[in-house]
């Protein structure tokens, strides 16, 4: 894992070594036709709405239309393949979320790629996930929680949408850095889970702050720690989970990559659209809106995170024993 994670490194710096001549010939005239942009998750999803935001951006600032290719399945790695495999000319581009470093520990020997295949081209949005309760389960706090978990031995059951997915992982990490034991009840989506949750059939459920936003402002769940570093302007009021076991972090994130040699100077122009787009105040709120933390970077800095995400989530895979049939 630590090799891949140096040679995705290497990868997001070496972008930048073409010859200067090649790199302006390609940024005076990119893009002159269509790009196409794809999402390896379904119409309406949240990585699908997000790139068709960046996607309509950069179409009016560039001239040319960012066409937004929904291929779903597999947990993202088909639409993975098809862009890892594609020309290396900046007309084909990756809409990447967390299951590329989930990914590939969790699918390893079942995918002929690798993050290394890709170059990191700029970081989009995390959303967070929070940590949520059943309102009638008798805790307030992640402390109180723990405690009640370490009281109740096997007792306390953990929804999450599949297994491998970052909802499922986040529990497995939760029991790993705690020491508690849960069970992990797989759900085929984000609805079904919560109806459960709301039905005390299970107890907590890790989850992407805006899927359960509605249920907690209803009343219907109870927020209990958001896994990021810093409250968050959605759950204002919610403490980070950090607090009280140093060091959980857990959050959905999404980026564009595109193929391997990719003109550096490609990359750099569409890390600039990408930013601009974020800086942009009516632009940011919309991404805010959508449960996302814009997160503006240069591709070096993408590509750090996605190596440390992928070592991360690795681990955990490993740890916990989670397969895929």
Same mark, same amino acid.
């Given at each position: 894992?630590?090799?891949?994670?140096?040679?995705?490194?290497?990868?997001?710096?070496?972008?930048?070594?073409?010859?200067?001549?090649?790199?302006?010939?390609?940024?005076?005239?990119?893009?002159?036709?269509?790009?196409? @942009?794809?999402?390896?998750?379904?119409?309406?999803?949240?990585?699908?709405?997000?790139?068709?935001?960046?996607?309509?951006?950069?179409?009016?600032?560039?001239?040319?239309?960012?066409?937004?290719?929904?291929?779903?399945?597999? !947990?993202?790695?088909?639409?993975?393949?098809?862009?890892?495999?594609?020309? *290396?000319? !900046?007309?084909?581009?990756?809409?990447?979320?967390?299951? @590329?470093? @989930?990914?590939?520990?969790?699918?390893?020997?079942?995918?002929?790629?690798?993050?290394?295949?890709?170059?990191?081209?700029?970081?989009?949005?995390?959303? $967070?996930?929070?940590?949520?309760?059943?309102?009638?389960?008798?805790?307030?706090?992640?402390?109180?929680?723990?405690?009640?978990?370490?009281?109740?031995?096997?007792?306390?059951?953990? *929804?999450? +949408?599949?297994?491998?997915?970052?909802?499922?992982?986040?529990?497995?990490?939760?029991?790993?850095?705690?020491?508690?034991?849960?069970?992990?009840?797989?759900?085929?989506?984000?609805?079904? *889970?919560?109806?459960?949750? +709301?039905?005390?059939?299970?107890?907590?459920?890790?989850?992407?702050?805006?899927?359960?936003?509605?249920? +907690? %402002?209803?009343?219907?769940?109870?927020?209990?720690?958001?896994?990021?570093?810093?409250?968050?302007?959605?759950?204002?009021?919610?403490?980070?989970?950090?607090?009280?076991?140093?060091?959980?972090?857990?959050?959905?994130?999404?980026?564009?990559?595109?193929?391997? %040699?990719? $003109?550096?100077? @490609?990359?750099? %122009?569409?890390?600039?659209?990408?930013?601009?787009?974020?800086?942009?105040?009516?632009?940011?709120?919309?991404?805010?809106?959508? !449960? !996302?933390?814009?997160? $503006?970077?240069? $591709?070096?800095?993408?590509?750090?995170?996605?190596?440390?995400?992928?070592?991360?989530?690795?681990?955990?895979?490993?740890?916990?024993?989670?397969?895929?049939?």
């Amino acid at each position: 894992m630590a090799i891949h994670r140096r040679q995705f490194l290497r990868t997001a710096a070496g972008v930048f070594a073409a010859p200067a001549v090649a790199r302006t010939a390609w940024a005076d005239t990119y893009p002159s036709r269509p790009v196409r @942009i794809i999402c390896g998750f379904a119409a309406g999803s949240a990585s699908d709405i997000n790139a068709r935001l960046f996607g309509q951006w950069m179409s009016e600032r560039l001239g040319q239309p960012f066409i937004i290719d929904n291929r779903p399945g597999a !947990g993202g790695n088909i639409a993975s393949d098809l862009a890892i495999h594609a020309p *290396a000319d !900046g007309y084909t581009l990756l809409y990447a979320s967390t299951a @590329i470093a @989930i990914n590939q520990t969790l699918y390893a020997g079942k995918i002929n790629f690798k993050n290394t295949d890709m170059a990191p081209v700029a970081a989009t949005v995390r959303t $967070p996930v929070v940590m949520e309760v059943n309102s009638s389960l008798p805790v307030q706090n992640v402390a109180e929680f723990i405690a009640y978990a370490k009281a109740n031995p096997g007792k306390v059951n953990f *929804a999450t +949408i599949g297994a491998g997915t970052l909802q499922h992982l986040s529990g497995e990490y939760f029991k790993m850095m705690t020491g508690i034991d849960m069970v992990p009840v797989h759900y085929r989506g984000a609805a079904q *889970a919560l109806t459960d949750l +709301i039905a005390n059939r299970v107890q907590v459920m890790f989850d992407i702050v805006v899927s359960s936003l509605s249920f +907690i %402002k209803a009343g219907k769940v109870r927020p209990i720690g958001v896994a990021s570093t810093t409250p968050q302007e959605l759950l204002p009021n919610v403490l980070p989970i950090a607090q009280t076991v140093p060091g959980f972090e857990a959050a959905g994130w999404q980026g564009f990559c595109a193929p391997l %040699k990719t $003109p550096a100077e @490609i990359v750099a %122009k569409i890390n600039r659209e990408v930013n601009a787009d974020m800086a942009d105040p009516a632009h940011r709120a919309r991404l805010v809106e959508l !449960g !996302g933390a814009p997160s $503006p970077g240069t $591709p070096e800095d993408f590509g750090k995170f996605v190596a440390d995400e992928t070592e991360k989530w690795g681990k955990v895979v490993h740890q916990a024993g989670v397969k895929i049939d």
